[in-house]
């Protein structure tokens, strides 16, 4: 109700204001608008941030973590195929055999995954 | 100073070409002893090189232009040029590494399996981190606008939020990556998919990262006044920069995340 | 940083004493109260120099040019004020350049920092051979091959 009131109070005041002081206003905003990027650019990007773009990252970090929620994480069945694991030349870090990034549980160095021997 | 009858900038002597190419030369062959030979003095020797020239230089440029008022116009407008040509070559960079993937995918060869992704490999789904990650992205394009525009218009708190909130988006974007390539259930070994998957993107990546320090030097600047409402170069070209970092993703992600899988 | 503070409150202070403000620190006050300063406030060195010619719009004469300004005067001050405009207009000389005609009433116009420049003429459109003299200051000189008007102009604008 609050609210309705000070909408209608909001669109009656110009109607007061006289003829001529509207006209200068209406005059400089034009003038504002005309210099290059317009003046109130910030403001648009700054609401396009909070409205769009955030909100945007949001949704997919609730549609990232529900479709986590889904994952099963069994281990494939090891296959020693021949165009993957390969070893050519030894990695230069570590023991040589890992790659930079080794998860024991997703990655299978060339001999089966990790676990499986102990 | 002699009376200059040009507004061109006449560049002082300076090491740090010379220091910069033996840097660039003792990192290249410093990669090829540390992976030949698994001794990595060469590599350290040219990263330390390398910063020390990329801090002194890029330190030099900024007094020369902000504080000695050396970039006037036609200076501002060659920087403009020379930016574009960087990029333009950061553009052919990449698309070596799409030439690749695309040479390896779209006709997969029997050794494969005669399939993409090859036999064995699990993908990632592309619906997933990668759209957060697109997400990340865009929205940090979205901010660095925001920015630019505060900048254009003098509104210093707004200029200084938007660019940190823009390098935040970027370390959240290198965050999740690394979280993906830890958990990724393939490797940089797994034949031509490993390959082409993480050079492609781990070269991305670090352009990311390389994106995030040009911004957040940028804000650094920006907190230190160097920034004017007119000229403000440094921080477009690092715009411009982001701007590519984040194309390059959309392009990745449609090819080799989501069409490569 | 403390100096700026300072400028800031000065600025604020004073607008706040005086009602009737003139126009020029009101639209300072208000850009320094945002934060970020404008060139007009912080642009140094050369930089500075070739804003405010570029504002003046106003080209720098030699003594030498006056002198032969004064033989022509009229047409000197035609051709600098056509070179002003082409300045102003486009001060990063991304438009394409302004086209002469190259008569003797309107030759072509060859901005010029020194006393000399080298001159390219096409002579007519599609020719394949460009015509190469040097341009010295004073009258106008012709192409020694079709004949096109060119007249030296000395300015420090960037062009």
Not at chain 2, 59 to 75: A, L, W, Y
Not at chain 2, 131 to 158: C, D, F, K, P
Not at chain 3, 28 to 38: F, L
């Amino acid at each position: 109700m609050a609210a309705l009131a000070r909408l209608s109070q909001a669109l009656r005041v110009p109607l007061r204001v006289p003829l001529r002081s509207l006209t200068r206003d209406r005059r400089q905003l034009s003038a504002a608008a005309g210099h290059g990027h317009g003046e109130h650019s910030a403001k648009t990007w700054k609401i396009l941030t909070f409205v769009v773009a955030l909100p945007g990252v949001a949704v997919c970090m609730l549609n990232m973590y529900l479709k986590e929620q889904q994952h099963s994480h069994e281990q494939p069945e090891f296959i020693p195929y021949t165009h993957l694991r390969i070893r050519s030349k030894r990695f230069p870090w570590g023991d040589g055999n890992k790659s930079l990034f080794h998860n024991p549980h997703a990655n299978a160095l060339p001999d089966g995954y990790e676990g499986h021997d102990e | 100073m002699a009376h200059q009858a040009h507004a061109y900038h006449m560049v002082d002597p300076s090491p740090w070409p010379l220091t910069g190419a033996i840097g660039a030369l003792l990192l290249t062959s410093g990669l090829a002893v540390w992976f030949h030979f698994h001794s990595t003095i060469l590599l350290s020797l040219g990263l330390i090189l390398l910063l020390l020239t990329m801090y002194q230089w890029w330190r030099d440029i900024i007094r020369e232009g902000t504080f000695q008022g050396h970039h006037t116009p036609p200076v501002q407008k060659g920087l403009r040029f020379g930016m574009i040509l960087f990029i333009t070559s950061e553009v052919f960079f990449f698309l070596g590494f799409f030439w690749a993937f695309y040479h390896s995918s779209l006709a997969p060869t029997p050794e494969l399996g005669g399939c993409w992704p090859p036999t064995g490999i699990t993908t990632l789904d592309p619906f997933e981190v990668p759209l957060l990650n697109t997400a990340v992205l865009l929205a940090s394009g979205v901010t660095v606008t925001w920015a630019h525009h505060s900048i254009m218009e003098g509104e210093r708190q707004q200029a200084i939020q938007s660019l940190a909130l823009t390098i935040l988006l970027g370390f959240y974007f290198t965050f999740l990556q690394a979280m993906e390539y830890y958990e990724a259930p393939f490797t940089i070994a797994d034949g031509v998919y490993g390959s082409t998957f993480f050079v492609a993107t781990g070269f991305h990546g670090l352009h990311v990262i390389i994106g995030s320090t040009f911004l957040a030097v940028c804000l650094l600047r920006q907190i230190q006044y160097h920034f004017t409402s007119e000229h403000h170069f440094g921080f477009e070209a690092a715009a411009w920069y982001w701007h590519f970092v984040d194309v390059v993703w959309l392009f990745l992600y449609i090819s080799i995340y989501w069409w490569g899988s | 940083m403390a100096g700026r503070l300072l400028l800031r409150a000065c600025t604020t202070t004073t607008l706040q004493l005086r009602s009737n403000v003139v126009a020029r620190p009101l639209h300072r006050a208000m850009s320094t109260a945002k934060g970020i300063p404008t060139d007009d406030e912080q642009a140094t060195g050369l930089e500075r120099r070739a804003l405010q010619a570029l504002k003046r719009g106003k080209v720098t004469t030699t003594t030498t040019t006056i002198d032969t300004m004064l033989n022509a005067r009229v047409q000197s001050l035609k051709l600098t004020c056509i070179l002003f405009k082409c300045t102003l207009q486009d001060p990063y000389s991304i438009l394409k350049p302004k086209k002469y005609a190259g008569t003797k009433e309107e030759p072509h116009i060859v901005p010029c920092t020194g006393t000399k420049r080298l001159v390219g003429c096409l002579c007519e459109e599609d020719n394949t051979a460009i015509v190469w003299f040097w341009l010295h200051e004073g009258d106008a000189q012709r192409c020694p091959s079709c004949g096109s008007h060119y007249q030296l102009v000395h300015n420090e604008l960037p062009h």
